[in-house]
């Protein structure tokens, strides 16, 4: 579950970099055509890789309705960074990253 989380943030992060006003918030530029591609298609990958996880754990039915509830977490936190920190926006999608690998090596041992 918490795997799901994170990778919603970072998903849902990614989203919100490959639109140009948040992504000039952050970094103080717009973003070319190419990172707007990429982060748009990377941002897509990572929500099926939470709805996977939502699945694998909590099967088809279920794993759905706890996928809908992850990504209304994760989108409100998204939306809440942007509108009162959007400097730190690349700090979170940084350390959630981290976190991410870290748990989910262990997640998928177990």
């Known amino acids: 579950m918490i795997l799901a989380l994170c990778l919603g943030v970072i998903a849902f992060s990614l989203m919100a970099l490959s639109m140009f006003g948040h992504y000039k918030d952050c970094f ?10 990429w982060l748009t298609g990377f ?6 890789g939470s709805y996977g996880q939502c699945i694998h754990y909590y099967h088809l039915g279920y794993g759905s309705i706890v996928f ?9 936190s998204t939306i809440l960074l942007l509108s009162y920190q959007a400097k730190r926006l690349p ?10 690998l870290v748990f989910g090596g262990s997640s998928l041992i177990a």
């Open 28 to 37: 103080g530029r717009a973003p070319t055509r190419a990172e707007q591609r």
């Open 43 to 48: 941002a897509w990958l990572l929500l099926l």
């Open 68 to 76: 809908f509830g992850v990504m209304t977490i994760t989108a409100l």
């Open 91 to 100: 700090l979170v999608l940084t350390l959630t990253s981290v976190f991410t």
